[in-house]
């Protein structure tokens, strides 16, 4: 029973994770884009 709720913590942790480096990964991309928009407008 407690290795289940160890399962699941771990499960949570590791969603988390995810979401953070995707969400920093959709940032970097982000910027990505708008220099290239700065680029072509000089």
Do not use: K, P, W
């Not at 988390?16 to 982000?30: A, C, G, L, M, P």
């Amino acid at each position: 029973m407690g290795n289940i709720a160890a399962n699941e913590e771990q499960q949570q942790r590791a969603n988390r994770d995810h979401e953070e480096r995707r969400s920093i990964v959709n940032q970097y991309f982000t910027r990505l884009v708008e220099m290239e928009r700065q680029r072509r407008q000089n």
